[in-house]
């Protein structure tokens, strides 16, 4: 329902996530396709972009670099400046606030500790609030 109010205000979904449990053997490749074949089932996603290198690789794509976000902006054409990067890992504020994004962290008691968000958002309604104030 968040997704949908948020394409209704014109932006774009676009999912971006380090899998690096593919990389390691931990989880295959099938089965990350999988799961991502049920989100794209289950909203109304523009895109879905990973990065599925350790942490010990150093790319630019995984999170908190904002590869991924400088990618996607590149390929659906979009001003990351008038972007929300929605998360709730210190990793998706640092890789929005290197992009160029607003942020928004999802309040929660494992990341209290974490302080460089643009907006906090208590539910996924709220969220809603945040960017409608903003189109």
Same mark, same amino acid.
């Not at 350790?54 to 991924?68: D, Q």
């Not at 990067?85 to 929005?96: E, K, P, S, T, V």
């Given at each position: 329902e968040m997704v949908t109010k948020l394409k209704q205000m014109g932006y774009l979904a676009i999912v971006v996530t380090n899998q690096p449990t593919v990389a390691d053997g931990t989880l295959s490749k099938r089965d990350l396709d999988l799961m991502h074949q049920k989100l794209r089932e289950e909203l109304p996603l523009? +895109?879905?972009? $990973? *990065?599925?290198?350790? =942490? @010990? =690789?150093? *790319?630019?794509?995984? !999170? %908190? !670099? %904002?590869?991924?976000?400088?990618?996607?902006?590149?390929?659906? +054409?979009? +001003?990351?400046?008038?972007?929300?990067?929605? @998360?709730?890992?210190?990793?998706?504020?640092?890789? @929005? /606030?290197?992009? @160029? *994004? /607003?942020? $928004?962290?999802m309040s929660m008691p494992s990341n209290d500790h974490i302080l460089n968000y643009d907006y906090l958002a208590r539910d996924l309604d709220h969220v809603v609030k945040i960017v409608s104030a903003h189109v």
């Open positions: 523009d +895109d879905i972009a $990973v *990065c599925m290198h350790t =942490e @010990g =690789e150093n *790319c630019r794509c995984r !999170k %908190p !670099k %904002p590869g991924l976000l400088l990618d996607a902006a590149n390929a659906h +054409d979009i +001003d990351l400046s008038r972007s929300f990067m929605i @998360g709730d890992w210190w990793r998706d504020i640092d890789a @929005g /606030k290197g992009a @160029g *994004c /607003k942020t $928004v962290l």
